[in-house]
């Protein structure tokens, strides 16, 4: 019998994410991964769906697995399992939940052989995520591996310092959403000039992604690629003016630092 190597604790949307691309990537077959949910179906439609297994209790989801993947909701920690405490002696615990730092972590889990906090965002769920991620303790290059394949299902991933996480993930976990706001400020412009809806939807989608596609495929510096777009005394440069006349990245240097605030606000909350 093949041995299960991760165990989710959760089986929502993130979980379903990491499984699909496990999947996908063929590191992993069904058999190597099981699933455990709260009181509702998301656990049985998950494993119902991709063939991985569904753990009849928590002592059964965690036993045999290599690493247990934390992924329910952050508010759901403080009443977890004491069981957990004991069945994750020795374990490698991979936690992606908002805002619970491996020191908080380590109260559930004190007797797991490392621990790490990961912190994926939404376009993980197409494989194209960013995770910043850190650990309690310096980790061994097996579980470094782990980890490695782990985040790998969802994309990118970077190792930081526990300190930079709010920030990284101000950056990366709130950014998609910040660019939806440009792409519907991009959209909106559109309509304001005079395109039908549909039309301006379908320009601002296909240039947000294709402006994207091309900063990461040349790693050029964003400034660069800009001044390329901008003629002088041209379309672009009227528009860019218009930008800098109210301060579009005081704005977003304000966001992103809003939104590193909450974090760590919302981190000593336990
Ligand atoms: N979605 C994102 O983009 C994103 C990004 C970064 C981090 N995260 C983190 O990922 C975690 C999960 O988010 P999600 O969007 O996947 O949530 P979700 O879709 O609501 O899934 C939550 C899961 O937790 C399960 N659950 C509830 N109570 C439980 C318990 N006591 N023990 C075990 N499992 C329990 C639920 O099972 P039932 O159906 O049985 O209730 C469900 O499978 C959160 O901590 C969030 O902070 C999410």
């Known amino acids: 019998m093949t041995a299960t190597k991760f165990a989710f604790l ?5 979980a379903a994410a990491m499984v699909d691309g496990l999947l996908a990537q063929g590191t992993v077959a069904p058999a190597d991964l099981a699933c455990l949910g709260g009181g509702g179906q998301t656990a049985a439609l998950l494993a119902a769906r991709t063939g991985i297994t569904l753990a009849g209790s928590l002592p059964a989801l965690v036993a045999g697995a290599d690493a247990l ?3 329910f909701k952050p508010q759901q920690l403080a009443g977890a399992d004491p069981q957990l405490a004991t069945l994750t002696a020795g374990k490698l615990v991979i936690s992606v939940l908002a805002g619970k730092r ?5 109260q559930t889990f004190p007797l797991a052989r490392a621990i790490v906090w990961a912190m994926p965002n ?4 197409i494989g194209a995520g960013m995770t910043p991620w850190c650990s309690l303790a310096p980790l061994a290059p097996a579980d470094r ?3 490695a394949t782990l985040l790998a299902a969802l994309g990118h991933a970077i190792e930081i310092e526990e300190s930079l996480m709010d920030t990284a993930a101000a950056v990366s976990a709130s950014g998609p959403a910040f660019l939806f706001e440009f792409a519907a400020a991009l959209r909106d412009g559109g ?3 005079g395109l ?3 039309t301006a939807k379908i320009l601002a989608v296909e240039t947000v992604l294709g402006a994207a596609r091309l900063l990461a495929r040349t790693g050029t510096d964003p400034e660069e690629l800009r001044r390329q777009v901008t003629s002088p005394k041209g379309m672009t440069l009227a528009g860019l003016g218009r930008m800098e006349a109210r301060d579009f990245r005081g704005t977003l240097r304000e966001t992103v630092l809003a939104a590193k605030a909450r974090s760590e606000e919302m981190s000593r909350d336990t």
């Open 10 to 14: 959760g089986a929502g949307n993130m």
């Open 69 to 71: 993947v934390v992924a």
């Open 102 to 106: 491996p020191a908080r972590l380590a």
């Open 122 to 125: 939404t376009p993980a769920r």
């Open 145 to 147: 591996a782990t980890v």
């Open 191 to 193: 309509v304001a000039g």
């Open 196 to 198: 039908p809806p549909e």
